[in-house]
């Protein structure tokens, strides 16, 4: 078979960073060949289901406190192409972001295939070839650039920009194959995680009847007895456990612990911002002035009906209160015991058995027994080390002319669309980069 002609740079991924240095790359010189490669059989999966299908392109504030990776390699990367260039680079491909009151930007179309469509159109009139069903198997250096083989052919590169992604959303195509290319030229690969990936509960647990319902929560991650990460936001609760942008966050903490042989453990406090003495204080005042309003009806007043409801009915909580509270049992309380304590009077809990329910609405265990896995992972912690690649040109520290982007590097952010700017940002850097420092050589070349 004979191999295509040769191309000036080859990008290795079509997904949003990939998609993003064959644009700035082609943009920087079009006077340069730029081909795009990629696996799949239809480009641009993970974008279309970003979002919930409307693609959260960026985010408002973007720092780099916002990212798990090296403080000041973000901060470089970010200070070539922050959001406002994203902004201004959709609005020049015809798509106008609006801005939510988290935050998080939007096309106006509230349709992530909008943002797909433009950056496709945006290679067809660059001339960009986009081979599609191309998976890339192997890099080998040459004199000259990089001989690439791909199922079913080969081509010669002078320059070759991977953005094959992580193992986040396997099905879209990212299997997490390009680290083993680049592993094979230097690179080393720290172990990676499933990122933003809602969490799993005991069966036992209350959150059956809880599916489809969300509250306010702060969600505290324990490792090794100690605080690694506590954050407040909105909690799902789903038929298998819980999800949410607050639980997609903390999911990162919980997941890498465990992979290192740690113990791990996540508490939900309700009443986010608050702390157990100010429940405490707040539960004593309205059993003083509430007559005998009840438990559940006292609940109802901060969560959800249905949550109270079923925080009432729970069995454990309910035995926790009854083993400090002598008032609430032995047999004349068997209705309540079969009932839980929903319509136990509040006025009726001693102090010790009302700051033993105050301990538990601020810090309840959550029994986290696993994850939803890479399926549903919506991004990947670990990767390619940011120190082997030179955060000013995206360019590879182990082997010149490579260059190496987006979820392939061990840098992941919050949700909100702050992946998505990384993307974007390691993609316009390395396009713009490789395509500079083809040109440059190509001439020094030419004037000896």
């Known amino acids: 078979m004979n191999p295509q002609p040769n191309v000036d740079i080859a990008v290795v991924g079509a997904g949003a960073a990939g998609l993003a240095a064959a644009i ?27 979002g919930g299908g409307r693609c959260n392109v960026t985010h408002a504030q973007v720092t780099p406190s916002d990212f798990h990776a090296p403080r000041k390699i973000v901060e470089r990367v970010f200070k070539r192409f922050d959001a406002q260039d994203t902004i201004h680079w959709f609005e020049s491909m015809d798509v106008p ?15 992530a295939r909008t943002v797909l469509h433009a ?14 069903q191309h998976r890339v198997q192997e890099l080998i250096p040459t004199d000259t650039g990089f001989l690439i083989f791909y199922e079913n052919g ?6 070759v920009i991977m953005a094959t992604g992580g193992r986040s959303l396997p099905k879209t195509g990212s299997n997490g194959q390009g680290w083993s290319i680049v592993r094979q030229l230097g690179h080393t690969v720290d172990t990676a995680y499933p990122a933003l990936v809602p969490l799993m509960l005991e069966e036992t647990f209350f959150h059956h009847g809880l599916s489809g319902i969300s509250h306010e929560a702060t969600v505290t991650t324990w490792v090794d007895g100690k605080i690694a990460d506590r954050r407040s936001g909105s909690l799902l609760w789903t038929h298998f456990g819980v999800s949410g942008p607050v639980i997609l966050d903390a999911s990162r903490f919980w997941i890498r612990a465990r992979g290192l042989g740690q113990t791990a453990a996540i508490t939900l406090n309700f009443f986010p911002g608050q702390s157990f003495e100010a429940i405490d204080r707040w539960l004593s005042h309205t059993a003083r002035s509430a007559g005998r309003k009840t438990l559940a009806s006292a609940l109802a007043q901060q969560l959800p009906h249905r949550v ?102 061990d840098c992941d952010g919050r949700i909100g669309g702050f992946n998505f700017q990384w993307a974007w940002a390691t993609g316009h850097i390395a396009g713009c980069s490789a395509a500079h420092d083809l040109s440059n050589e190509l001439s020094k070349r030419w004037s000896r």
């Open 24 to 50: 700035f790359a082609a943009e920087t010189r079009p006077d340069r060949t730029v081909l795009l490669l990629d696996g799949a059989r239809k480009i641009g999966a993970k974008i279309l289901v970003s």
């Open 97 to 111: 972001l609006k801005q939510e009151p988290t935050g998080k930007l939007f096309p106006v179309s509230n349709k």
């Open 119 to 132: 950056l496709l159109h945006r290679c067809t009139t660059l001339g960009i070839p986009i081979k599609s």
């Open 154 to 159: 080969q081509l010669t590169a002078h320059r």
């Open 308 to 409: 109270a409801k079923a925080l009432c009915a729970n069995k454990d909580l309910w035995g926790q209160i009854a083993t400090t509270d002598k008032s609430v049992q032995g047999s004349t309380n068997e209705g309540l015991i079969e009932g839980g304590m929903g319509s136990l009077p509040l006025c009726r809990l001693s102090r010790v058995a009302r700051r033993a329910l105050a301990q538990t609405m601020t810090e309840l265990p959550l029994p986290v027994i696993g994850h939803r896995g890479w399926n549903h992972a919506e991004v990947t912690a670990g990767g390619i080390p940011l120190h082997e690649v030179n955060p000013s040109t995206m360019a590879s520290r182990k082997v010149p002319g490579l260059y190496l982007v987006g979820e392939m590097l």
